[in-house]
């Protein structure tokens, strides 16, 4: 079973950097598919972007594309979100797991129908 501790979340001005890190504790994380999530106040969690365990393809929400870049280190069993360009409506608490691999893409979707979710790093972008 698979670990996560979200890091790097701040307030940011728009137009701004942030790098987010999932840190990962457990095995085979080198074959997982990993997902960024966020979670805006009332409403439900959503899908920003995954990276797959098996070619290392990724998956962009149309909102972030061009600004967001996922990477993983799995020597350091470590996803990072770079976010660049931030916005306003990309503010909320952002969370990783592992996620759903269909073929050899990733889906953002948990693993397993996973609900649960750890403590998220939150990011607020405000002037």
């Known amino acids: 079973q698979l670990q996560f501790v979200e890091s790097g979340g701040g307030m940011m001005q728009p137009g701004g950097s942030l790098r987010l890190s999932c840190a990962s504790s457990g095995f085979n994380f080198e074959y997982s598919s990993i997902g960024w999530f966020r979670q805006a106040p009332g409403k439900e969690h959503e899908g920003v972007s995954c990276i797959s365990g098996v070619d290392g393809s990724t998956y962009y929400e149309d909102s972030v594309k061009g600004r967001f870049t996922i990477s993983r280190d799995n020597a350091k069993n470590t996803v990072y979100l770079q976010m660049e360009s931030l916005k306003p409506e990309d503010s909320g608490v952002y969370y990783c797991?592992?996620?759903?691999?269909?073929?050899?893409?990733?889906?953002?979707?948990?693993?397993?129908?996973?609900?649960?979710w750890g403590q998220g790093t939150q990011v607020t972008v405000s002037s």
């Open positions: 797991g592992d996620v759903v691999t269909v073929q050899t893409m990733c889906m953002m979707t948990r693993f397993g129908g996973y609900d649960t």
